[in-house]
């Protein structure tokens, strides 16, 4: 079991070392500048990921890890500047600095607005720009905003996502549910359950993504805060039938609260 343990993590960047090795080749051998940027941009993909990679499994030193991404980048912005009209010079980019960003959030080395998800969301809008048809694109547009709290222009970037992958409903319910989450830890009971209604508009938020249950928060919310009953119940019914679980004590707070049984 410990070596198949062990070998997961090497035979992985052991790919990820090839690829270098054939990115390398490949800067060298190229026949043109869209060639080279080409390269240079697989390059720092593999650069990018064996950091990714390494960091997460705590493989090596931070000081290792910011001298991959460093290598990266420098790549990525070569192949930038050799094809500035290729949209996967800056896809790969900002996948680069997605991936800074969203670790960094995850080890607290960076508060919300963090810069690196700031580079990423410019990076994926460029890519958007040279090519307005690639719905993974805005799929990452609008988690690199939802990661940095910004949740209008994660639900813009979802929105437009949903003209070319029916997935983006379920990234809208979740982006609604995780606002509605943010809005009720700020006290906002109002635009909380705005948001939670929005996301059960659009579906049935992820319970892995958001933290709250959007049914179980509005119908705490109208029997404690509002007292709209009939807004509680018909919350209650759609849970039941949306197949979604409320806690008893809800349901019971909601009985005595409302006079009701149904």
């Not at 940027?37 to 030193?61: D, T």
Request: proline share 3%.
């Amino acid at each position: 079991m410990l070596v198949g343990c062990e070998a997961g993590p090497a035979l992985f960047l052991s790919a990820r070392d090839r690829e270098i090795r054939d990115s390398t080749r490949g800067i060298e051998t190229a026949q043109n500048d869209r060639e080279r940027a080409k390269a240079y941009s697989s390059r720092g993909a593999a650069y990018s990921e064996k950091a990714r990679y390494s960091r997460i499994m705590k493989l090596i030193p931070e000081e290792e890890y910011e001298r991959l991404f460093d290598l990266a980048i420098k790549d990525h912005n070569q192949a930038v500047a050799l094809n500035p009209d290729d949209a996967e010079a800056y896809l790969n980019r900002a996948q680069a600095y997605y991936d800074r960003g969203a670790q960094d959030l995850i080890y607290e080395t960076q508060p919300r607005s963090n810069p690196w998800l700031h580079a990423a969301s410019l990076d994926f809008e460029q890519a958007i720009a040279k090519n307005p048809n690639n719905s993974h694109a805005y799929d990452m547009l609008g988690l690199t905003y939802e990661s940095n709290g910004e949740d209008d222009k994660a639900i813009q970037a979802y929105t437009q996502e949903l003209a070319f992958d029916s997935f983006a409903r379920q990234r809208l319910a979740d982006a609604y549910c995780n606002m509605g989450f943010r809005r009720q830890q700020q006290k906002d009971y109002a635009a909380a359950a705005a948001a939670y209604r929005k996301s059960i508009e659009w579906g049935a938020a992820d319970d892995k993504s958001c933290p709250y249950n959007p049914f179980e928060s509005l119908v705490a919310f109208y029997t404690v805060e509002t007292h709209e009953y009939d807004k509680a119940w018909e919350m209650l019914h759609q849970a039941q039938k949306a197949g979604r679980w409320i806690a008893p004590e809800w349901i019971e707070r909601l009985k005595k609260d409302s006079g009701r049984n149904n």
